[in-house]
T-cell receptor, first 112, second 110 residues
Framework: DAGVTQSPTHLIKTRGQQVTLRCSPK?????VSWYQQALGQGPQFIFQ???????QRGNFPDRFSGHQFPNYSSELNVNALLLGDSALYLC???????????FGPGTRLTVL | GQSLEQPSEVTAVEGAIVQINCTYQ??????LSWYQQHDGGAPTFLSY????GLEETGRFSSFLSRSDSYGYLLLQELQMKDSASYFC???????????FGTGTKLQVIP
């Protein structure tokens, strides 16, 4: 049984570009949350998707958007990249009714 | 908004017991979770407390006092592999909205 998978593993972009990160949840999970983790900090909640809708959102600008597909996989899109967007982006899946989140290995985004 | 406070670093001896405290300020509190993250790894779920009291899972226990907005993670019989960062996280506002603390880096020494 595969856990949470994310792609790509690493990504290098330049300021102003756009990026799409992908996440496949653990089998049986219906909820996907995205987090941004800067070096030495805790994960910061970006948003959460359930039933293909954004259900919760953290304090991130509209440049951050997402999508959930019928198979529960999800994408995170970031437009107009800034240097400060450089971070580890983590995807976590869970059951909507459960508190335990399973995290993927993350995508390391570097913005130059 | 939400804020969580936990010590930035803790050092403990192998075989000993260590307690990592977490205090929080939030509205619409649902529960407190704990996660472990090794360097270069992903966070892994350890426990969740919605009600006051102690929850025990093997060598790890977690405590919550809702009236004091306080919780702790207790690690017993420390092993070298327990060296990692430990994050407390609150479910608040929306039930599924999770806010993480800044983490406590635990170093276990021989």
């Amino acid at each position: 049984d595969a856990g949470v998978t994310q792609s790509p593993t690493h990504l290098i972009k330049t300021r102003g570009q756009q990026v799409t990160l992908r996440c496949s949840p653990k089998s049986g999970h219906d909820t996907v949350s995205w987090y941004q983790q800067a070096l030495g900090q805790g994960p910061q909640f970006i948003f959460q998707y359930y039933e293909e809708e954004e259900r919760q959102r953290g304090n991130f600008p509209d440049r951050f958007s997402g999508h959930q597909f019928p198979n529960y996989s999800s994408e995170l899109n970031v437009n107009a990249l800034l240097l400060g967007d450089s971070a580890l982006y983590l995807c976590a899946s869970s059951l909507w009714v459960d508190n335990e989140q399973f995290f993927g290995p993350g995508t390391r985004l570097t913005v130059l | 908004g939400q804020s969580l406070e936990q010590p930035s670093e803790v050092t403990a001896v192998e075989g000993a017991i260590v307690q990592i405290n977490c205090t929080y300020q939030t509205s619409g509190f649902y529960g407190l979770s704990w996660y472990q993250q090794h360097d270069g790894g992903a966070p892994t779920f350890l426990s969740y407390n919605a009600l006051d009291g102690l929850e025990e899972t093997g060598r790890f226990s977690s405590f919550l006092s809702r009236s004091d907005s306080y919780g702790y993670l207790l690690l017993q019989e420390l092993q070298m592999k327990d060296s990692a960062s430990y994050f407390c996280a609150v479910n608040s506002g929306g039930y599924q909205k999770v806010t993480f603390g800044t983490g406590t880096k635990l170093q276990v020494i021989p």
